[in-house]
């Protein structure tokens, strides 16, 4: 599946339970190899009692994620196109907090995702002076960041321009920048006006996408705070756009966007 070009292997682990491993997943991911993904995506029994399924994430390199707000779309569409479900609203327990999706049309789905996190020490950012922004220096550049956790950690940077903009070599250092102890995706966002924003992000464990929800989110969280624009706002990546509601500290992302059912497949163990 995809949405807006980041691409995902989703497994119905409700079904058909499948053990996982770092080593299965690297292969799968294998654009060469394997099938190709941005991060795997699996839809498994609830372990929580209030939640409809759990949704579990993990990246191409094998690590696990906590969140990914694309990824939430793309579930909830196949949770009701393999019948799992035949309730349009459903809840998500993740590693990242819970999650409510909306189905509101065949393709566009709306997640309400949970408020972001913005102590430096629940992030986790550290070494920083603990103010909205920070600034890290990479060979002689100083980098000013408002680090963002929306149940994943991010590192959002405000830019005149997107074009030419190094994003693999620049996000790549600042990902394992010793500041964010457990690495972070991070967001290049270029202000238009106060209702749209472009945003390009290198995601932890993967490298550059073509979309990023969690990002997006990330970006208008970080952009609002800065006073750069209001409470909704459409974000263009270079694989589509989203569109995000935030009201302030303290209260929910709203992020709204297309799923989009590629092709399907079974998983054949040989003997």
Known sequence: MHSLGNDFMVLNCVS??????????RAWSNRKLGIGFDQLLVIAPPTVANADFDYLIFNADGTEAQQCGNGTRCVAF?????????????????????????????????????????EHKDIPFIGGSGQLTENITLDEQTFCVTPVSM????GVIFVDSLLDLDVQKIGGALTAHEFFPERANIGFCQIVDEHFVRLRVYERGVGETLACGTGACAAVVAAHLNGH????????????????????????????GDATLVHRGEIVTES
């Not at 149940?151 to 991010?154: E, L, Y």
């Open 16 to 25: 058909n339970p499948q053990n996982l491993n770092a080593d299965l997943i």
């Open 78 to 118: 196949l949770a009701n196109h393999l019948g799992l479900s035949k309730s349009n609203h459903l809840l998500w327990n993740s590693a990242g907090g819970m999650i409510e999706t909306t189905r509101q049309s065949t393709q566009h789905i709306e997640t309400l995702m949970p408020a972001p996190i913005l």
């Open 151 to 154: 149940g994943n950690p991010h």
């Open 229 to 256: 624009v209001n409470g909704r706002v459409k974000v263009s990546l270079p694989g589509g756009k989203l569109r995000i509601h935030w009201s302030g500290r303290g209260q929910p992302v709203v992020m709204s």
